[in-house]
């Protein structure tokens, strides 16, 4: 076995629901292959130590630290970034809640914000303030506008609820 | 993070046999939270040549519950812990430790087994490789310390280990002391109390390089029982803990009849009460009994010039804990 066969692999990788092929080297982070190979650069990385939240995705429907992961094991997995969000130019009901509640300042911690909002939801769908702030405890806002956070947060239950008692 | 080889292990078996064969130091990697970090920062002498992925094994993330008390398969998310309707009504203790670690999202991919077999977080044993090179400390085989000479302010209040007083972080661990958990590995069972060892190298519990942790197995008193988790950490939603404590205690006619109450944060293995333990049989829990057994629990504590802040925090924390526990 040469070196390269030894370390890197051909993987399969599901993001927002279609998969590509990747040839990946075995110490490289999702969320370097996300922002370096995908294009997604929406996933942003700030601490690059699972501190800061920037860099949340959904794999499984599990809110996760994209930096904190390795690519390689994620095969199978259906992995959801900020990207994936919008449909056909509509926006999410959480990134419409973003914009009407002044969820961002800066934006640089919205997508990783938003993915975990959405991560929250899909359990809970109708949280207490308490239970965002402990969702979203991960989730560093240096601009510190946690206030519209929460207010977008809740903003977005309420949509989301709405929406699924109209389907 | 430099390269290494990656491998799926398909039985607990075969990633033993992964780890003897291996050519270099090799890992086992779970949720990866800590090795990663480890990884990036290239903190060790050597660096490894091969992480062993354990998530690819099947029935290592379940919990149970029969008659010898709660199995927890080494692999299972703290989240799963913190949201376990059983764990939270029997060992609300346990609960409350893995909903305080870290953060959610680190919650989602960290495992109980991770959680108890992590680095330390000493900051100069810490100290990230590409700025301006790593730092060899005695904890890693090197000459010096450089703590007790620099900045020691989260350090241990109860004297070093082999010249190291970096504490031991996890948050689990004191609630599994208390609780007076198992461990069970591919090699044998350890009892909680002989699974953590600094100073015995770099790594900070018992097991051979060769050991994997399958399941922790939590006991169910037959008595009256309450346990309870305390931590005090600079911002609640993520931060390692200044001090942590867990209690678990048996009564019968209002009387404590056993007790084991565990400190961490502030030495380099978590800390036994002993004293305090002992102080509370055959008396029921007050405050006036909970105020003996604070003070005995830090009245062996030996600060150093930055941390006695930690002492009072240690001896608040046994009270309040202790009083989480009163029925
Ligand atoms: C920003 C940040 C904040 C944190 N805050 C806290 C905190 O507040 N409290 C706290 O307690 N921890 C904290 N942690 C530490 C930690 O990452 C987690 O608590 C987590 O539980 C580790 O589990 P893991 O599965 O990710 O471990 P991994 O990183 O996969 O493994 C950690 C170590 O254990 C070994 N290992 C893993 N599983 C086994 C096994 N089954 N058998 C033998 N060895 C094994 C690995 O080889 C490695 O050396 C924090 C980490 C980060 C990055
Ligand atoms: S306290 Fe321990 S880990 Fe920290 S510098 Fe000293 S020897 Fe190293």
Known sequence: MTQNEKLTKLIQLTINGESRPLLVEAHWTLSKVLRNDCGHTGTKEACNEGACGSCTVLIDDIATPACMVLAIEQEGKNIETIEGLSKDGQLHPIQEAWLEEYGAQCGFCSPGMIMSTKGLLIKNANPTDDEIKEALGGNLCICSNYEHIINAVRSAARKMSKEQANV | ?327
């Open chain 2, 1 to 327: 993070m430099k390269s290494f080889k990656h491998i799926d292990a398909a039985s607990v078996e075969e990633a033993v046999s992964l780890l003897q064969e291996s050519e270099g130091p090799a890992y086992v990697i779970a949720g990866g939270s800590d090795l990663l970090g480890c990884l990036k920062d290239n903190l060790w002498m050597e660096y490894p040549k091969a992480i062993v992925n354990l998530k690819t094994i099947p029935g290592l993330d379940t919990i149970s519950v029969d008659e010898d008390g709660l199995h927890i398969g080494a692999l299972v998310t703290l989240t799963k812990i913190a949201e376990s309707e059983t764990v939270k009504e029997f060992w609300p203790g346990l609960a409350e430790a893995a909903r305080r670690t870290a953060s959610p999202l680190l919650r989602n991919i960290g495992t109980i087994a991770g959680n108890i077999c992590q680095e330390n977080r000493c900051w100069y044993y810490r100290y990230p490789d590409k700025i301006g090179g790593r730092i060899d400390c005695v904890r890693k085989g090197g000459k010096r310390c450089l703590a007790v000479p620099g900045d020691h302010r989260y350090h241990s209040i109860f004297g070093a280990v082999n010249k190291c007083i970096a504490v031991n972080p996890s948050d689990t661990a004191p609630a599994l002391i208390a609780l007076d958990a198992t461990i069970k590995t591919t090699k044998r069972t350890i009892p909680i109390d002989e699974f953590f060892s600094a100073g015995m190298g770099a790594q900070s519990t018992t097991l051979d390089r060769d050991e994997i942790v399958t399941e922790i197995l939590v006991p169910r008193p037959a008595q009256e029982w309450t346990n309870a988790f305390r931590k005090i950490a600079f911002r609640k939603s993520i931060d390692f803990a200044l001090v942590n404590c867990a209690a678990a205690l048996t009564f019968a006619d209002g009387k404590v009849t056993s007790a084991r109450i565990c400190l961490n944060g502030v030495h380099n293995n978590p800390r036994r009460c002993v004293e305090s333990e002992a102080a509370l049989i055959g008396k029921p829990l007050n405050e006036a009994t909970a105020q003996e057994a604070g003070e005995l629990a830090v009245a062996e504590a030996k600060p150093l010039l930055q941390n006695g802040f930690k002492v009072p925090m240690a001896k608040t924390i046994v009270i309040d804990t202790l009083m989480d526990c009163v029925k």
